[in-house]
């Protein structure tokens, strides 16, 4: 009658939302301030003051026909430049307006780029079917399960990864990660196949909050190198980049371009602007990219096929002006010194994080669910690492007010009391 | 290496974007008022006051972490509470927020629809496949093209229909209209096997500009009932609304939820509030829809596998804020009546349309992929018909300025008269 798989993924809520919904009704109980949320990377910053500056000129100025009108698909041409010129700028690239396709946020530009490289080979009815006349089912089936398009990306990783792999007909794969949440690549080496079509990361990363060093970036790329000639078709690297600007205490996050040619930068402002309701960011399809025109527009198709008309024409242009300016980062820092320092002192474990907004600490139990279940005693709402590819760790999200942190303080330590003495 | 079809998709240019490319061109070397441009459907007339006055509000009072935060992924309670409130009110209906999606428009809200209904019977690799081990592969294939889901719908009909029925994996249809681009219940009648999913239904028309006849709507439903009781199985009607409040004369636009359970409505604020580039709209899952609460979470399923987060959380907030109100529509009534009124003084042959802005013509010749081509000697950009399933027809998008209209009927004479002297 309808899609069982998409019932599926709309009933299973993830265990954040749940968390998410058990805060709020905990929160209608106690009150808000008695409760420590630490489930939503939702940021806790304001946007910086060019995006009001922003809006209001453009509402006081512009025709609004202009403002709130289609832009072509990949995005306004001006918009597109602007941050061409800009990435340039920082980053000592070469591409132009031609290379960027505007997108309604992180998740869209993730969706459009799977979307762009999978090639179904089995038989969907959109499609054409190659003949395999001689083929019964099993073997087909096999023959399917064994030749389809393989994303592979580091644990931990960001769960939505999964369903965007999934739906558009590939196979999903994680390479476990090193103590220090750092990349396999060793393991990595060994799990590349002839059917991997791209490789993700994410850094700095959700949830360890960890930046890749430059070498394991160097190491990745010599190893996607080498096997793409050895296989002779590419294998494309997605570069999942909401955090780049969220780093602390200068840490250097290598820009993919300039190391790997057939790299997607995937990009969203909603952490570096404090706009993730907008649904705001782009795609960079790597000017050197083999066949890079081409791929381009297998990306405005997979836009088009999954229902994107364009971004928001308004939010284009604000992020247009506002390009280079974050919100204030160092309340995040400050937040992020204060939580790491007290939780290590009360005996957790974590590795200390450059980026992005969340702690990974290592449950004080072997099951991060039972610890999670028991930190609700407490009103501390923590999510355990199992769907981000991690059993055994819980994400704490530190983009929440300073006083909840320090509010927090002894409710981390009762709960940690009960693990060292018993 | 990447989607042969996503390129296809992307690298295949629709005619209108064609032929709006062809206008700027123009622009450029004779200027822009001397090229008459009917191609696309981007509303001329400024959205209504209330749009700029409660942005204006937002960014004064809100809190910027609250305006721009994610709201929940079918969109924000209070305004999906007031959008189900003025439904309620403005038609009879009895439905709740949680009947509503909110998306980034109605591209967004037919691929949704569509995605969360097909159930996808080919061996995609995300999904499990039931084994049969006993057919061998032409079988196969030949079952799974007589088994799988159709959208069925009425021509003249949005090109974009067929790409996102067939990006789900399902199989498009369409019925050819009747001589007053009414719905041709019988031929439709015909059409339906127990292989369509779901019909879909654009009313008024984009490109004719028809509203369907209350009585064929009765009768479309009558033929639903009968047919979903036959097979076993509901067959859902999707009706695609986004130039509901575009209608001229009191023309009375039957509202699907009241006339069909199984009912899904499409709705965009593109076009009533001139918000096309904004991307708002929503999805009504009918409350006495069969199993109405399953399919919603296969709606948010649906969402969620297509990369879609949440609408714009400001854009939510604008849109409940102007409930109820429009661009000055008279303005496009004023247009249609002097568009009507001149050409078919001129001798050109048209039903004329009680909404949207569109008026689908007769080609004087028999291709009117020709006599597009020929228009365009005289700075006249019209689209063919034959992309809307309409050979032999063309679309003037009279959502432009009344002074292109009035200076472009000249050059319709002139085309006009190649065809009466020859």
Redesign the interface.
């Known amino acids: 009658?309808?899609?069982?798989?998409?019932?599926?993924?709309?009933?299973k809520r993830s265990v954040i939302r749940e968390l998410f919904e058990y805060g709020r009704k905990r929160a209608g109980e106690i009150g808000a301030d008695n409760v420590y949320d630490f489930t939503?990377g939702?940021?806790?910053?304001?946007?910086p003051e060019c995006?009001?500056d922003t809006?209001?000129y453009l509402?006081d100025s512009l025709?609004?026909?202009l403002?709130?009108?289609?832009?072509s698909a990949p995005g306004d041409l001006s918009v597109r430049k602007a941050i061409a010129d800009y990435t340039n700028e920082t980053h000592k690239t070469n591409i132009s307006a031609s290379n960027i396709y505007m997108t309604?946020?992180a998740?869209?530009?993730?969706?459009?780029c799977i979307?762009?490289?999978?090639?179904?080979k089995?038989?969907?009815?959109?499609?054409v079917?190659p003949?395999?006349?001689?083929?019964?089912?099993?073997e087909?089936?096999e023959e399917?399960?064994t030749n389809?398009d393989e994303f592979i990306t580091f644990a931990p990783f960001f769960p939505?990864y999964k369903?965007?792999?999934?739906?558009?007909?590939?196979?999903f794969t994680f390479i476990p990660p090193k103590e220090d949440f750092q990349i396999d690549t060793d393991n990595f080496a060994r799990t590349l196949s002839s059917n991997t079509k791209a490789v993700i990361i994410n850094s700095p990363n959700n949830p360890s909050g960890v930046v890749y060093s430059e070498q394991s970036i160097i190491t990745l790329c010599g190893i996607l190198k080498k096997k793409s000639e050895e296989y002779g078709?590419?294998i494309y690297l997605i570069a999942d980049e909401p955090y780049r600007e969220l780093v602390y205490n200068n840490t250097y996050v290598p820009y993919l371009l300039n190391y790997y040619d057939n790299t997607f930068v995937c990009y969203s402002y909603s952490k570096s602007l404090?706009?993730?309701?907008?649904?705001i960011g782009y795609i960079i399809v790597s000017d050197k990219m083999?066949?890079s025109e081409?791929?381009?527009?297998?990306?405005?198709?997979?836009?088009?096929?999954?229902?994107?008309?364009?971004?928001?024409?308004?939010?284009q242009q604000v992020i247009a002006k506002c390009l280079g300016q974050t919100s204030d980062i160092s309340l995040y820092k400050e937040n992020r010194d204060i939580l790491y320092n007290g939780l290590t002192e009360l005996g957790y474990n974590c590795v200390k994080p450059d980026g992005a907004f969340y702690l990974f600490v290592k449950s004080p139990e072997p099951d991060a669910n039972l610890f999670c279940e028991k930190a609700k005693n407490y009103e501390l709402l923590l999510v355990p690492g199992d769907d981000f590819g991690c059993p055994g760790y819980v994400r704490i999200a530190y983009c929440v007010k300073k006083e909840q942190i320090i509010k927090s303080m002894p409710a981390f330590e009762t709960l940690m009391k009960k693990y060292i003495w018993f």
Chains 1, 2 share one sequence.
């Not at 939702?42 to 946007?47: F, Q, R």
């Not at 792999?165 to 590939?170: D, F, T």
């Open positions: 009658m309808f899609s069982e798989q998409m019932y599926e993924l709309g009933s939503l939702n940021p806790s910053i304001p946007a995006v009001k809006i209001q509402i025709d609004p026909v403002l709130h009108g289609y832009t309604s946020g998740a869209a530009s993730l969706s459009i979307r762009a490289l999978t090639e179904n089995s038989c969907s009815p959109g499609l079917c003949p395999k006349q001689h083929l019964c089912h099993s087909l089936r399917s399960l389809i939505e369903v965007f792999v999934e739906s558009a007909g590939a196979k078709h590419p404090s706009l993730p309701g907008e649904r083999q066949d081409k791929v381009y527009l297998a990306v405005c198709g997979a836009g088009r096929s999954l229902g994107y008309v364009c971004a928001s024409s308004m939010y």
